[in-house]
């Protein structure tokens, strides 16, 4: 007797996602003090992750003023793209040398550049920096490109190992692909100095390498502006680069998929190869990109009462983050360097076991490699934060930390 045919037979099993099971562990949990800073989300004071005062001003609008669901094309809205360049360089257009792309996200302009990158250097490696976002190597990985790795955060320092990162970067060779967070590096928030962008632009274009900067927090470091200048020097001076970029944070449109890719070339007729091959590879992976969420960022961008009321509420953002930093670097010695950093997101110093151990002892909900999400922490959960994690760092005495006066200013 002849089996059934076993269509996934031959798969291998995969892992689960850690940071999902991590939510699904504190979803569980019935402590009323459980703590969750894992998921990299912008929250309030009170927990809350809003849905932004601009965004639900410009949603009503395109209610009232959309008159068509029709197909937005494989480049998605121009006008979008075009804002957010404008974000990114300061340029009032794309320019000549320039092509932007709408995409589902900052991953899907992750996807598209890589594909991009199969297509014209196949042999090209992609090197990342240790640690980087769980989800990069795997994106490039998935587009067929070989992934190598250069040290880059100093856990001593709590600072970004540059000498380091250099000298593994002699390795690389004309036509690999160098891959920098924008700002407020994810997991760490070290940032480059405006002399480390400098450096690195130099490298690139002394050695030929591309540079493919990914651009997922402008606005919740230092200011708009002001995190975008190693990109946009980066941009101005080496011939060949990528960007990608991610509206889902500073725009708190996480679930609508809000991104764009923006690809630069040294002559005319390569950006056209680069665009015409762009647009094929996203025409095969999503067919037409979804328009509400991109709709509304152009929105506000377009209306400057509606971009006036974004940025201040992005700064609220913005100045809460660096509150809660202060807070938690005062809390002790050890926690010093979290002032220095920016945007969502730390790494302590603490094992996988201590992180456990933390868990189970306190209901504090981190992943295992030591990142917190800033956001996730408040007047009430600071301090307690801190008495849960202070026994497990490296020189510390044990000794309990609380501080009311701390709590206190984090309200303002």
């Known amino acids: 007797m002849m089996l059934p045919f076993q269509a996934f037979a031959g798969l291998v099993p995969q892992k689960p996602d850690a940071l999902l099971a991590l939510i699904a562990q504190y979803r569980a949990d019935p402590r009323a003090d459980k703590i969750d800073v894992g998921v990299g989300v912008y929250r309030t004071e009170t927990g809350e992750t809003p849905v932004m005062r601009a965004v639900k001003d410009a949603e009503a609008a395109l209610l009232n003023e959309q008159t068509s669901k029709s197909y937005l094309g494989a480049e998605g809205d121009q006008r979008f793209a075009q804002l957010i360049w404008q974000l990114v360089s300061g340029s009032e257009t794309l320019g000549e040398r320039c092509f932007g792309l709408q995409t589902p996200g900052g991953t899907g302009a992750l996807r598209v550049g890589a594909e991009l990158l199969v297509r014209a250097r196949p042999d090209a490696r992609v090197w990342i920096g240790e640690p980087t976002w769980p989800n990069h190597a795997p994106i490039f990985r998935g587009a067929g490109l070989e992934v190598r790795t250069h040290p880059y955060f100093d856990p ?160 609220d953002m913005r100045r809460r983050l660096q509150t809660v930093r202060q807070g938690l670097a005062s809390a002790h010695p050890l926690l010093a360097p979290v002032a220095t950093q920016r945007g969502l997101f730390s790494r302590l110093p603490i094992d996988a076991d201590a992180i456990a151990a933390v868990r189970r002892t306190h209901g504090i909900y981190m992943p295992a490699d030591g990142r917190i999400n800033i956001a996730g922490l408040n007047q009430a959960n600071l301090s307690r934060l801190v008495d849960g994690v202070l026994p497990h760092l490296p020189g510390s005495r044990g000794s309990s930390v609380s501080s009311p006066s701390r709590s206190q200013e984090l309200s303002a």
């Open 156 to 315: 001593d320092t709590a600072g970004i190992d540059f000498d380091a990162m250099l000298a593994a970067l002699a390795q690389a060779a004309a036509g690999d692909v160098l891959l920098l967070h924008g700002c407020c590096h994810n997991p760490t928030g070290t940032q480059f100095s405006r002399e480390q962008w400098r450096m690195l632009s130099d490298l690139c274009s002394q050695r030929g390498l591309i540079p493919f900067i990914d651009l997922a927090y402008q606005g919740l470091g230092d200011g708009m502006e002001e995190d975008a200048q190693g990109a946009r020097h980066m941009l101005a001076t080496v011939p060949d680069a990528m960007l990608a970029y991610s509206c889902d944070k500073n725009f708190a449109v996480y679930r609508d998929r809000v991104g764009a890719l923006f690809i630069r070339s040294r002559t005319e007729p390569s950006l056209q190869l680069a665009r015409t091959n762009a647009l094929t590879i996203a025409r095969s992976l999503w067919s037409m990109p979804p328009d509400h969420g991109a709709a509304v960022v152009r929105m506000i961008l377009d209306n400057p009462a509606l971009r006036a009321d974004w940025e201040e509420e992005l700064a």
